[in-house]
Every structure is written in structure tokens, then in C-alpha cells.
């Protein structure tokens, strides 16, 4: 299958058994979204996507749907479900670096990162979020506030390995 914006090969994995039908209409030339699809996707860069697509399956229990690798090994494009929603990955260049990187070596960025708050992060509503707390610490996902209790609902904040900021809420 070929990249309609720039006309590269991409491959699908075969173990995912599912693509998500807006790409393959994208893919196919068509600019219409399904009408089951979300009017927001956030679109998330990686270091490492597809380290990311396992450890966010694993850490925040994201079913992966999609997984595309470009010429050049990369993650070109993959898609994970969150409940309802849709969030897509891909790994831009190999020069990216994730929001970490930079708060490790920049004093400025380190400094307006230490609050807990999501800082371009996702929301996310789980149905458990005890169990969802306890399997993404299991999985040394980065606590960056316990779970609270308070308007607008139970909640907790996390980083993934990368430095992303996530708040779940149930």
C-alpha cells in the first residue's frame, strides 16, 4: 500500500487485524470522515512509536488497531482505541525528541514542567480508575498526581516513558 501524501511504501502489520476506515479512505484519495469517527483525534509523535504503541497497550490498556512502518523502519502510522476514541501515533523523523528530553537538559523547560497538570497531554475516561491506576503504575508509568477525588470527577495524572502527559478520570 502506498502513502498518498508522499507516495511511499508503507506495510500493515499482520498481526493487527483491523484498519481503521478513515485510512484506507485517506489512502484511497477520499477526504470524508466515516460517520462513526471522531470529530478529535489527537495525533501524538514518538521517539519510538512503535515501543510506544506497546507500552501505552500495556501500561494504559489502548487496544492497537493500526501499525504502518515507512521505508526507513520507522513508525509511520499507527492507531490505538480508548474506549471511544481514537488516538493516532507515528514517529516523525529520527531527529524528534519527546517532551523529556528537552526538560532533562533545558533548565526553562524543566522549570514550567513541574507542576502535575497535563501540559498538551490527553484526556481519557476509563470505567475503573483504580484498576487503571494500578496497572499503569505497574507498568512504571510516571504518577504525577494520585488519584483525586473533586470536580469534575475521580482522576489521576501520568507521564508515559517518553514524557507525554496523560489524565484519566472515571
Known amino acids: 500500500m502506498f502513502c498518498k501524501g508522499c507516495f511511499h511504501s508503507v506495510d500493515f502489520d499482520p498481526r493487527i487485524s483491523r ?16 460517520d462513526e469517527s471522531s470529530d478529535v483525534i489527537p495525533t501524538i509523535a514518538y521517539e519510538d512509536g512503535f515501543a510506544a504503541l506497546d507500552w501505552l497497550s500495556r501500561a494504559f490498556g489502548f487496544r492497537e488497531r493500526t ?32 517532551p523529556r528530553k528537552p526538560r532533562e537538559v533545558c533548565d526553562r523547560a524543566s522549570r514550567w514542567s513541574t507542576v502535575p497538570w497535563v501540559i498538551d497531554g490527553v484526556l481519557v475516561y476509563v470505567a475503573d480508575i483504580d484498576a487503571h491506576y494500578a496497572q499503569a503504575k505497574q507498568e512504571v508509568a510516571r504518577i504525577r498526581s494520585e488519584i483525586e477525588d473533586g470536580p469534575p470527577a475521580l482522576r489521576y495524572r501520568a507521564e508515559d516513558p517518553e514524557g507525554h502527559r496523560w489524565m484519566f478520570m472515571a
Open 19 to 34: 484498519v481503521n476506515p478513515l485510512l484506507i479512505s485517506w489512502l484511497q484519495g477520499e477526504n470524508k470522515l466515516p
Open 67 to 98: 501499525r504502518m512502518s515507512g521505508p526507513d523502519g520507522r513508525l509511520a502510522h499507527g492507531e490505538m482505541e480508548a474506549g471511544h476514541g481514537v488516538i493516532m501515533l507515528a514517529t516523525p523523523t529520527p531527529h524528534y525528541e519527546g
